[in-house]
C-alpha cells in the first residue's frame, strides 16, 4: 500500500503466493513491474490508486504492508477504514514510516523539513495519534516497536530533489528551534530539550489485523511506555 520502487513487495514475494503492487503514481508501479521481472518474481502484481479508497473487494487480503507512506495519506482515518474493509479475519495490516516526536517545537521542525524536501508530505503522526486513528476505524493495536533512524542530510534530500534554496532554510530553522528549545527547557526542568539533531524517530512496524475481541487494546492503553518510545503498532481488525 504506497509500494513506491516495491521494497515490501519483493520481501513478501519471497515467502507468500500473490503480492498485489499499490501505488498512485503510475510511474512507481511501471519499476516495481520492471524489478519484479528482472527478479523472477512472477507472483507480483501491480495496482494504481489511492489509499482512500481501495479498489478491492472486502476481506480479500491476509497481510497489507505500508512502508514509508502514510505520511503522504490525505485522510489516514478514511485509509484506515478501508484497510479494515479488505482485511479478511485474522489479517494484519504493517505500517512502517516516520512519526511525529509528540512535542510541540519538535513537531513542527519535522513537518516542516518534510514539506520543504517533499512537497508530497502531508504529516508525521505520533503514537497517539495513529492509536486514536486506529481505535476510531475499529482497530485493535496488538504492539508498538520503536527504533531511532540516523539521516545522512545531503543522501536524504538528494532523493527528493529538493532544490537548493529549499534545503538551505533548513539549518535557519534547525538554529531558531534550538534557541526556542533553550527558551521553553527554562520553564519547567522537565521539559528540558536537548539540541535537536537531524534525526528522526519512525514506526518500524504498526500492525493492524482482523481479529475479534478488545482485550488487547485495554493491555496496550495500561501500558504507557509508547509514549516515550513508541513508533510502531500492531493492531487487529475488531470484527464480530
Not at 163 to 181: D, K, M, T, V
Not at 198 to 226: D, H, M, P, W
Request: one cysteine or more; proline letters at 4%; aromatic letters at 10%.
Amino acid at each position: 500500500m504506497g509500494c513506491g520502487a516495491g521494497h515490501a513487495s519483493f520481501t513478501a514475494a519471497g515467502q507468500v503466493a500473490e503480492v498485489t503492487a499499490y501505488d498512485l503514481s503510475s510511474q512507481m508501479l511501471e519499476v516495481v513491474a520492471a524489478a519484479a521481472k528482472e527478479k523472477g518474481f512472477s507472483n507480483i502484481v501491480t495496482q494504481q490508486g489511492y489509499a482512500e479508497t481501495l479498489p478491492f473487494a472486502d476481506a480479500s487480503f491476509d497481510v497489507v504492508i505500508s512502508r514509508y507512506s502514510a505520511h503522504h495519506w490525505h485522510d489516514v482515518g478514511q485509509a484506515l477504514r478501508e484497510v479494515k474493509r479488505v482485511l479478511k479475519p485474522g489479517g494484519v495490516i504493517i505500517v512502517m514510516d516516520v512519526m511525529s516526536p509528540g512535542h510541540p517545537v519538535r513537531d513542527v521542525w519535522l513537518q516542516t523539513v518534510e514539506a520543504l524536501r517533499d512537497t508530497s508530505h502531508v504529516r508525521n503522526y505520533s503514537s497517539g495519534e495513529w492509536l486514536t486513528l486506529a481505535t476510531e476505524a475499529g482497530l485493535v493495536v496488538n504492539q508498538l516497536l520503536t527504533d531511532r533512524l540516523p539521516l545522512e542530510f545531503s543522501s536524504w534530500v538528494a532523493r527528493m530533489r529538493t532544490p537548493e534554496p529549499w534545503w538551505r532554510r533548513f539549518a535557519y530553522i534547525s538554529r531558531a528551534l534550538r534557541r526556542r528549545s533553550k527558551r521553553t527547557s527554562s520553564y519547567r526542568r522537565t521539559d528540558r530539550l536537548p539540541a535537536i539533531p537531524f534525526c528522526s524517530k519512525r514506526i518500524k512496524r504498526f500492525n493492524l489485523g482482523n481479529k475479534k475481541g478488545t482485550g488487547e487494546v485495554g493491555a496496550f492503553l495500561s501500558n504507557q511506555r509508547y509514549q516515550d518510545s513508541g513508533r510502531s503498532l500492531f493492531f487487529t481488525n475488531n470484527v464480530s
